[in-house]
Nanobody, 119 residues
Protein backbone atom coordinates (compact mmCIF):
# COMPACT_ATOMS: atom_id res chain seq x y z
CA UNK A 1 0.00 0.00 0.00
CA UNK A 2 1.44 3.32 -1.08
CA UNK A 3 1.40 6.13 1.46
CA UNK A 4 2.16 9.77 0.76
CA UNK A 5 4.56 11.18 3.34
CA UNK A 6 4.45 14.93 3.88
CA UNK A 7 6.71 17.28 5.79
CA UNK A 8 7.38 20.97 6.24
CA UNK A 9 4.29 22.49 7.80
CA UNK A 10 4.37 24.76 10.81
CA UNK A 11 3.71 28.19 12.23
CA UNK A 12 4.99 31.30 10.48
CA UNK A 13 4.31 35.02 10.62
CA UNK A 14 2.57 36.79 7.79
CA UNK A 15 5.03 37.56 5.03
CA UNK A 16 7.14 34.53 5.87
CA UNK A 17 7.90 31.39 3.91
CA UNK A 18 7.54 27.65 4.26
CA UNK A 19 8.39 24.72 2.03
CA UNK A 20 6.34 21.54 1.96
CA UNK A 21 7.64 18.23 0.67
CA UNK A 22 5.87 15.01 -0.19
CA UNK A 23 6.87 11.65 -1.57
CA UNK A 24 5.34 8.18 -1.78
CA UNK A 25 6.56 5.67 0.78
CA UNK A 26 7.74 3.15 -1.78
CA UNK A 27 8.69 2.76 -5.40
CA UNK A 28 5.92 3.99 -7.68
CA UNK A 29 5.62 4.04 -11.44
CA UNK A 30 3.18 5.49 -13.94
CA UNK A 31 2.67 8.74 -12.06
CA UNK A 32 0.35 11.08 -13.94
CA UNK A 33 0.70 14.16 -11.78
CA UNK A 34 1.21 15.39 -8.21
CA UNK A 35 -0.21 18.31 -6.34
CA UNK A 36 -1.22 20.09 -3.19
CA UNK A 37 -4.66 20.83 -1.84
CA UNK A 38 -5.69 22.64 1.32
CA UNK A 39 -8.64 22.71 3.64
CA UNK A 40 -9.36 25.52 6.04
CA UNK A 41 -11.78 25.09 8.97
CA UNK A 42 -15.37 25.10 7.78
CA UNK A 43 -14.37 25.10 4.11
CA UNK A 44 -14.09 22.52 1.37
CA UNK A 45 -10.79 21.11 0.26
CA UNK A 46 -9.43 23.14 -2.65
CA UNK A 47 -6.67 22.83 -5.19
CA UNK A 48 -3.54 24.86 -4.49
CA UNK A 49 -1.25 23.69 -7.29
CA UNK A 50 -0.56 20.69 -9.52
CA UNK A 51 2.39 19.60 -11.63
CA UNK A 52 2.35 17.00 -14.36
CA UNK A 53 5.04 14.43 -15.04
CA UNK A 54 6.14 16.67 -17.91
CA UNK A 55 6.43 19.72 -15.67
CA UNK A 56 3.27 21.61 -16.61
CA UNK A 57 1.82 23.48 -13.67
CA UNK A 58 -1.40 25.10 -12.65
CA UNK A 59 -2.19 27.20 -9.61
CA UNK A 60 -5.17 28.54 -7.74
CA UNK A 61 -5.60 32.22 -8.51
CA UNK A 62 -4.99 33.37 -4.97
CA UNK A 63 -1.54 31.75 -4.74
CA UNK A 64 -0.18 32.69 -8.16
CA UNK A 65 3.01 34.65 -7.85
CA UNK A 66 3.50 33.57 -4.22
CA UNK A 67 3.64 29.76 -4.34
CA UNK A 68 5.79 27.58 -6.56
CA UNK A 69 5.28 23.87 -7.12
CA UNK A 70 8.18 21.76 -8.31
CA UNK A 71 8.99 18.12 -8.68
CA UNK A 72 12.00 15.82 -8.56
CA UNK A 73 11.02 12.99 -10.87
CA UNK A 74 13.99 10.85 -9.86
CA UNK A 75 12.80 10.90 -6.26
CA UNK A 76 9.07 11.14 -7.03
CA UNK A 77 9.03 14.09 -4.66
CA UNK A 78 6.85 17.17 -4.98
CA UNK A 79 7.59 20.47 -3.27
CA UNK A 80 5.52 23.53 -2.55
CA UNK A 81 7.49 26.69 -1.86
CA UNK A 82 5.19 29.19 -0.18
CA UNK A 83 6.32 32.80 0.04
CA UNK A 84 4.60 35.97 1.20
CA UNK A 85 2.26 33.90 3.32
CA UNK A 86 -0.99 35.42 4.50
CA UNK A 87 -3.25 34.51 7.42
CA UNK A 88 -5.82 33.29 4.89
CA UNK A 89 -3.33 30.63 3.77
CA UNK A 90 -3.85 28.93 7.13
CA UNK A 91 -5.12 25.42 6.46
CA UNK A 92 -4.25 21.75 6.48
CA UNK A 93 -2.30 21.05 3.31
CA UNK A 94 -2.68 17.69 1.63
CA UNK A 95 -0.38 16.10 -0.89
CA UNK A 96 -1.99 14.24 -3.78
CA UNK A 97 -0.61 11.86 -6.37
CA UNK A 98 -2.47 10.42 -9.32
CA UNK A 99 -1.08 7.42 -11.13
CA UNK A 100 -2.23 5.29 -14.00
CA UNK A 101 -3.71 1.94 -13.10
CA UNK A 102 -5.23 1.35 -16.49
CA UNK A 103 -7.88 2.00 -17.44
CA UNK A 104 -8.22 4.52 -14.63
CA UNK A 105 -6.36 7.12 -12.59
CA UNK A 106 -5.95 6.30 -8.92
CA UNK A 107 -5.69 8.98 -6.21
CA UNK A 108 -3.31 8.82 -3.25
CA UNK A 109 -3.50 11.32 -0.40
CA UNK A 110 -1.17 12.34 2.38
CA UNK A 111 -2.31 12.65 5.96
CA UNK A 112 -2.13 16.44 5.86
CA UNK A 113 0.24 18.95 7.38
CA UNK A 114 -0.87 22.04 9.27
CA UNK A 115 0.20 25.45 8.03
CA UNK A 116 -0.63 28.34 10.34
CA UNK A 117 0.11 31.94 9.40
CA UNK A 118 -0.16 34.48 12.19
CA UNK A 119 -0.95 38.14 11.56
Amino acid sequence: QVEMVESGGGLVQAGGSLRLSCAPSGSVSNIYDMGWYRQAPGKQRELVARISSGGSTNYANDVKGRFTISRDNAKNTVYLQMNSLKPEDTAVYYCNMRRFDLPRLVDYWGQGTQVTVSS
